[in-house]
């Protein structure tokens, strides 16, 4: 499996010339010394399992439901095993394939696509299967066309999501624990985030009601909506970290403001008046004994800050 990953990427994981021969494209790995894409760390994150994504047709007149373990109908029954890929009869006859009957409330309500009665689908994490139930034309060539031309890209746009999402909160659970190391890193992920949501994030794709439904379906099988919420939970946690941190910083410099400030407010809110009034002489005394008490009795942390004042005062000439 390894080696036909390896051959059908050919083209998209590198820029090497592509090898339409699988016997040939093997004898060139034996012979290259550069790593195969499937044993790199992109290709073991992404490519450790194939995602199954198919369609097939059956003539099946049958609704009786036939499994023990819940109410699945034959045409059921036939699609969850070949979305399961299971063998024909093992969700009845296996008891290891059965499933139980939480299990197929849960596969109706979620993952199954029933919106005509000529066709089905089931979307899981890792396959999407549409079945023909009817032996008319339709089933025979238009669906798969729309399978193939319409529904397959919507699912690739849902699966690239999902892998976004996916490193998002893989770098967030790395990076967030050590904010002060990666204090940056975590600013511009949480950028690239808010970017990704407003461009590759709707709740609606299409106008049409069922490339709706088939969207919403694509993402609850492969449980995007979830791992959306999650990182979505992640980022509000750190926006509002740096939020607090900003504002402890702000009181801090607010009050040493306040501080600093505040004895010079009063000395001009209590001499003020003389000031405005003109009289010069009674005002520059005033204020040279008030900078001598600053600048020698040490009552404020600041005392360079008063000393200068106070040198700057007594340099002032007094008016007679």
């Known amino acids: 499996m390894r080696d036909l990953m390896d051959f059908l990427t050919q083209g998209i994981t590198s820029e090497d010339p592509i090898i339409p021969d699988i016997t040939r494209f093997m004898e060139s790995l034996r012979q290259s010394n550069r790593m195969r ?50 063998q024909i009869g093992d969700s009845q006859n296996n008891p290891v394939w059965v499933p139980s009957p939480e299990r197929v409330s849960e596969l109706k309500e979620q993952n199954l696509i029933s919106v005509w009665h000529a066709w089905r689908g089931m979307a899981l994490k890792e396959s999407v299967v549409f079945l023909g139930t009817e032996d008319i034309g339709f089933n025979k060539s238009t669906l798969p066309h729309n399978v193939e031309n319409d529904y397959l890209p919507l699912y690739l746009y849902g699966l690239y ?23 940056e890193e ?5 950028d690239r985030f808010m970017d990704f949501r407003n461009k590759f994030w709707f709740n609606e794709v299409t106008r049409k009601p069922l490339g709706g439904e088939l969207y919403r379906k694509f993402q609850q099988g492969l449980e995007s909506t979830l791992l959306y919420e999650m990182v979505s939970s992640q980022v509000k946690d750190l926006k509002e970290y740096y939020e607090e941190r900003r504002q402890r910083r702000i009181g801090v410099l607010l009050n040493l403001f306040t501080f600093a400030f505040l004895p010079l407010s009063a000395v001009i809110g209590v001499f003020g008046m003389t000031f405005f009034q003109g009289d010069w002489p009674l005002f520059i005394r005033t204020h040279k004994e008030t900078a001598r008490i600053y600048a020698a009795e040490e009552l404020c942390p600041l ?6 004042f106070a040198s700057s005062l007594l340099s002032f000439p007094a008016q007679k």
């Open 37 to 86: 894409y499937s044993e790199s760390g992109a290709g073991q994150i992404y490519g450790e399992r194939c995602h199954f994504f198919s369609y097939a047709c059956i003539d099946e007149k049958d609704e009786t439901p036939v499994n023990s373990a819940g109410d699945l109908s034959v045409k059921d029954r036939l699609l969850f095993e070949f979305a399961s890929n299971i």
């Open 161 to 183: 999501q999902k892998y976004q999402l996916f490193v998002f909160a893989d770098e967030l659970m790395r990076k967030g624990a050590y904010l002060a190391e990666h204090l």
């Open 186 to 190: 975590v600013r511009k992920l949480m």
């Open 303 to 308: 005392r360079t800050c008063f000393q200068m």
